[in-house]
């Protein structure tokens, strides 16, 4: 059975059926390597636009441009409406108000878009920590074990990530899965916006076949031309030449272009930093204010936190409890240890009365525990005269 | 109330209370200090409701009466006053505010009523004794680095201070341990101590009270119930809660039969614990020590930032033995000791050893190995 993701409910099913059978939605997308898949290419749509969007509803239905007015500027993002006259990013600004004379042209504003970014690397850090951002909208995750912190397979986790930057965010981002960071990013382009598409080992070769050879990381117009003059249009053509071939033509990059035409990528997805922390978190099924909910939750993701860290050979210094009211307020605790550990009871025993504290009868829609301050493992948890 | 006292006199009374006072606290009340004059003194009094302390000192008062002013800024004002000077302090208009006055500098500062300020009751004490000050001090100094910081052992989280009977005598006793290391200090019992309750002192206490002695040779009285203990000098009176809860067995865990007996100069042995821990990031990193006859080599060795090792001539004759200890356990145990030889008491690499002074009968360390 091919592998079938329901977007709204975010669960992997095996079904052939058309609507979800948890949910009954129709949004669902099947891909056979739906289930394998672990690299993930996420980008914003219209980051910008939608960002300026969200904080003046008004303008919802209208076309929003974001740049510099005046007659130098240029386009940095237009909205999704503003693109059907024709305006693209980069284009001088007075260009696009030629083609939409009626779109708002709002100056942006980077410290806000800083932050709207780093709240949506956090929402992806339950996913992942292993984070690579190429810009403030678009970034390369890595969901394999043993990185990955969240639950079940990587789809439902990006199928989570996209759910929950719509819900606390507020604007809607794009996703692709793949091999590999060339196909991700190619695959985030294809069904945007609010899209998830896939492109799996088994037809890398046929997708990449019809892509103009401009397509390719690093192949900026300079080399299309060389490549043009050379009778090389699309990538297929590329496919059809031997290695040894491109390897004559264009040396050391003819090597890199033998592999993308074949799609394949082995970049690693690396973190703008060392693994500093290991964290997972859950949202309930429904808002609860009940202690014990709390705790048995906290239980549970002490153990996938302490499994991590036996994986990774960390160890934690410090226990970090998040919890997420349902209002969204976030807070987030932390209680150094005496002795780093690896063990799920002791990071549950020191989450207990930070957990505790916060419980005073607010209600919370998410718990997450973290390790931080990491250290290497032959350090955690020292043989103990009381044998505890 | 209206006084007038000495600087040095208030400066010193005000520094031990408010060290007790939380910096930052919820209750606005517990971040004053209580003033109350009366009769040819004034008495100052300082707590975070699981202590209190009160200092008494002579002043030229004019006025009873009693006012509440944050601690830490009465500490910082007269901090800041000239030495020898003269302070008035000035509590006139209901309890509302208090004027500070020397020479020509003058503070108004807000108060709270006294009638407000906790008080976390001293109740009975049934036991009494006296001890002089260097020697209790002594005995919180030389155990206190062993207290457990972990929150979720909250009953290894302070001294454990107890009489029992060693080398068939009375001793008054303070253990500390938090799992990996133990300290045992022990000394002749002080009339009136035997038939006392175990208590478990907390951290904070101990620390308080290591502090207030400093410098002291008078006699402290020290009373005490199961739930709390007050230590009292001429000038200052400290009651503290006690740790509700059990202290572990700890004899059970102090070793009887390790054999094998390394001794080694304290300085020398100190010194190449610190020079070949250097290599190793972490403050924890373990040492191995691999000893032979009449040698020790002691060694650590980081991944990341490469080996050291260095050997030193020690008095040990019995077979061969590798093992790991936390660097920072070792230093913290060989600066307690006093005498220019220790001695190990060690069994194999993976039991606790036992540590003491070679000329101290009165004090032992053990340590837990860690794994190398």
């Not at chain 2, 029992?164 to 009136?192: C, F, M, Y």
């Amino acid at each position: 059975m091919t592998p079938a993701l329901c977007r709204d409910c975010c669960e992997l099913t095996h079904g052939a059926d058309a609507t979800c059978l948890g949910c009954g939605s129709g949004w669902m997308l099947r891909h056979g390597e739906l289930a394998d898949l672990e690299i993930a290419h996420i980008d914003c749509d219209a980051f910008y636009a939608s960002v300026e969007k969200r904080d003046r509803p008004k303008l919802k239905d209208q076309p929003v441009i974001v740049g510099h007015p005046g007659g130098r500027g240029v386009v940095t993002t237009a909205c999704y409406i503003a693109r059907q006259y024709g305006v693209r990013s980069a284009m001088p600004m007075f260009k696009a108000i030629e083609l939409c004379p009626r779109a708002t042209v709002i100056p942006p504003d980077m410290s806000k878009y800083k932050r709207v970014s780093h709240h949506i690397r956090e929402i992806m850090r339950a996913a992942t920590p292993v984070i690579e951002p190429v810009s403030l909208d678009e970034a390369y995750l890595d969901l394999s074990e043993p990185h990955r912190t969240a639950a079940g397979p990587p789809a439902e986790a990006l199928a989570r990530v996209a759910r929950d930057v719509e819900i606390e965010v507020g604007i809607t981002v794009s996703i692709g899965l793949a091999p590999n960071k060339f196909l991700a990013k190619l695959a985030s382009e294809l069904d945007k916006p609010r899209g998830f598409s896939v492109i799996g080992q088994a037809e890398a070769r046929a997708f990449l076949a019809r892509l103009a050879v401009g397509k390719i990381n690093g192949v900026g117009p300079a080399m299309v031309q060389r490549l043009e003059a050379g009778g090389i249009r699309t990538i297929g053509d590329l496919q059809h030449l031997s290695p040894s071939e491109l390897l004559g033509r264009f040396g050391k990059f003819g090597r890199r272009l033998v592999h993308y035409a074949n799609g394949d990528d082995d970049r690693a997805v690396t973190p703008d930093r060392p693994t500093k922390s290991i964290s997972a978190e859950d949202t309930f099924s429904r808002d609860t204010a009940k202690v014990s909910d709390l705790l048995a939750e906290a239980k549970r993701l002490s153990v996938r936190v302490a499994g991590h860290l036996v994986r990774n050979g960390l160890a934690a210094g410090t226990v970090v409890v998040k919890l997420k009211t349902s209002q969204f307020a976030l807070l987030s605790r932390h209680r150094r240890l005496a002795v780093p550990t690896q063990k799920a009871e002791v990071l549950f025993e020191a989450s207990r009365p930070l957990i505790e504290k916060e419980a005073d009868g607010r209600a919370f829609r998410l718990i997450g525990i973290g390790a931080d301050r990491l250290v290497p493992a032959d350090e955690a948890d020292p043989p103990d005269l009381f044998g505890s | 109330m209206r006084l007038l006292i000495e600087r040095s006199e208030l400066f010193r009374a005000l520094s031990h209370v408010a060290s007790v006072v939380e910096r930052r606290t919820t209750i606005p009340i517990l971040s004053n200090v209580l003033v109350r004059a009366d009769d040819g003194h004034v008495s100052f009094k300082g707590t975070d409701l699981e202590r209190e302390v009160i200092e008494t000192v002579p002043a030229d008062v004019t006025q009873s009466g009693a006012v509440t002013i944050q601690a830490h800024l009465l500490h910082d004002i007269v901090r800041k006053l000239a030495d020898g000077s003269q302070i008035t302090l000035d509590g006139a208009g209901g309890g509302e505010r208090l004027t500070l006055t020397c020479g020509h500098a003058k503070f108004q500062l807000p108060a709270l009523a006294a009638d407000e300020f906790p008080d976390i009751g001293a109740g009975e004490m049934p036991h009494e004794f006296e001890i002089p000050a260097h020697e209790l001090r002594r005995l919180i100094e030389k155990a206190r680095f062993a207290i457990s910081t972990e929150e979720t052992r909250y009953y290894l989280n302070g001294i454990y201070l107890h009489t029992t009977v060693s080398a068939g005598k009375p001793v008054l006793r303070a253990v500390a341990t938090d799992g990996h290391r133990l300290a045992q200090i022990e000394q002749l019992a002080p009339n009136g101590a035997e038939g006392m309750p175990g208590v478990i002192v907390p951290r904070k206490t101990v620390n308080e009270v290591h502090k207030l002695l400093e410098g002291s040779d008078e006699d402290v009285r020290v009373s005490l119930s199961a739930q709390r203990i007050q230590f009292k000098t001429e000038k200052v009176t400290m009651t503290s809660k006690l740790i509700d809860g059990t202290f572990p067995d700890y004899q059970r865990v102090i070793p009887q039969g390790n054999n094998k007996i390394m001794n080694v100069g304290n300085a020398e042995f100190a010194n190449a614990v610190d020079r070949v821990a250097t290599v190793s990031t972490e403050r924890g990193r373990a040492v191995k020590l691999a000893i032979e006859r009449d040698k020790l080599i002691l060694s650590v060795t980081n991944p990341d930032g490469g080996s050291a090792t260095e050997e030193i001539p020690v008095d040990y004759d019995a077979d061969r033995l590798e093992i790991g200890f936390n660097a920072r356990y070792l230093l913290d145990i060989a600066g307690q000791l006093e005498s220019p030889t220790v001695r190990f008491f060690l069994s194999d690499a993976g039991s606790p050893t036992t540590v003491r002074d070679e000329g101290d009968e009165n004090a032992l360390y053990v340590l837990m190995p860690m794994r190398v």
